[in-house]
């Protein structure tokens, strides 16, 4: 995937301001536990930054109930932030930071939370999606970020650049622009039981991405408002019983990427909004689709439920046609949205031929089509899904296609 709209989203970004007055971390109450885990509580006349800068490995920052203009950085391996309470955000300051973080969407785009390793490599400059790293000197581990609402920037809500073992669980990502939430450049980042959305923009760009060296997981997710739901830049990428609806795009699988798992996942209806030509005199209109595989390979998808990708479109004959439609991301009037399509990327170099995807045992309701298949490579399987239309015409049922 390389695709750069998310500029176009940005400035139709609600940001809120709120004032927190700025008290130094000696401030702070903090006790120890007596069990070797030091516990800081952070007050709502209190900053998040200061009770970081001050935590020792493998603090746990408990932060009370308020609005927190702040954003945060956290370096220190094992640090904790926890909600302390049902109501804790963060918003945008009126001062940026400067951090990893920076600039990772494109210029003068930031991150609420940056949870960053030590000597992160980029590829800059910024070209497209978000600044790519090539090599980490030492990454920050165990860190962990818990129950807090984190809202309006137009970088990402929530970035890891060089973590390992990273944990955001329970958090409500709002309006980030390009990303709700980011992992780049790490090991074993888990994200569960986040709701991430974008409703008071145009359209957020991609709600959760993971671009790391190795390890991804995301369950129990709630995504939704976005271009792209899930963005899988990760081999092995583990995806499941998650929920994402009322974007454009559910799941999309980078050309290359191998071994993605893509299991017990709800894709619901596309956002209207994804009908609408993008940007001021462009007449374009984003591919529609539950789940796009570009070029994949290993892939296992099934057990998924895929309904509701339809504005009463058809498919074209010429599929090549209809793939060039869907990799341009200009998708023609009366194109048929889609449950599922795979197919192979020849604009790639090499071209990223989508060989040994499993696509089983899905159930496929209210799409304009339901399974498209465009590839000459070997072992693609699609069997014993639930649904009524595909092209080529014999991949619904039980026998289904498989490559040879």
């Known amino acids: 995937m390389k695709v750069n709209v998310a500029c176009g989203t940005a400035v139709l970004l609600s940001t809120f301001a709120y004032a927190s007055p700025m008290l130094s971390g000696k401030a702070l109450a903090d006790r120890d ?4 885990d030091k516990k800081i509580y952070v007050h709502s ?3 998040i930054q200061a009770a970081i800068d001050t935590a020792p490995k493998g603090a746990k920052i408990y932060i009370d109930d308020g609005i927190y203009q702040e954003q945060l950085t956290i370096s220190t391996d094992g640090i904790s932030l926890i909600a302390n309470g049902k109501n804790v955000q963060i918003t945008v300051p009126d001062n940026k930071v400067t951090n990893v973080c920076t600039g990772l969407a494109g210029p003068d785009t930031h991150a609420g939370i940056c949870i960053q390793g030590t000597n992160v490599q980029l590829i800059t400059p910024f070209v497209s999606e978000h600044l790519k790293v090539t090599s980490v000197g030492k990454t920050v581990n165990d860190v962990s970020v818990t129950g807090i609402t984190v809202t309006g920037f137009n970088g990402a809500n929530i970035a890891v650049y060089g973590g390992r073992n990273t944990h955001i669980s329970g958090n409500t990502l709002v309006n980030g622009a390009n990303y709700g ?3 780049a450049g790490s090991y074993n980042t888990v994200a569960e039981n986040n709701a991430i959305s974008a409703k008071e923009i145009f359209l957020g760009f991609i709600a959760m991405c993971m671009d790391n060296f190795s390890g991804a997981e995301a369950t129990k997710n709630r995504l939704s408002d976005y271009v792209i739901g899930f963005c899988v830049q990760t081999n092995k990428y583990e995806i499941s019983y998650n929920d994402a609806t009322n974007n454009c795009i559910g799941a999309f699988i980078d050309p290359y990427i191998k071994g993605t798992r893509l299991r017990n996942n709800h894709f619901g209806p596309t956002n209207p909004i994804c009908l609408q030509p993008f940007g ?11 789940i796009l595989v570009d070029g994949a390979s290993d892939s296992e998808i099934r057990d998924n439920i895929i309904e509701g990708q ?4 058809t498919v074209p004959v010429d599929l090549k046609d209809y793939r ?3 990799v341009s991301f200009n998708m023609k009037p009366g194109a048929a949205a889609g449950g599922l399509f795979l197919y192979q990327d020849d604009a790639k170099t090499p071209p990223a031929i989508a060989a040994g995807n499993v696509v089983k045992n899905n159930k496929f309701v209210g799409n304009d089509v339901d399974i498209v298949v465009y590839s000459t490579g070997a072992g693609n399987k699609v069997k014993g899904n639930e649904c009524k239309t595909s092209s080529p015409g014999d991949l619904c049922g039980k026998g289904g296609q498989e490559g040879d």
């Open 45 to 47: 006349n209190q900053r």
């Open 280 to 290: 001021p005199g462009v007449q374009f209109q984003f591919p529609q689709f539950g």
């Open 310 to 313: 339809k504005i009463g479109g």
């Open 33 to 36: 536990d007596g069990h070797g």
């Open 181 to 183: 939430f980011l992992s």
């Open 324 to 326: 060039d439609q869907v």
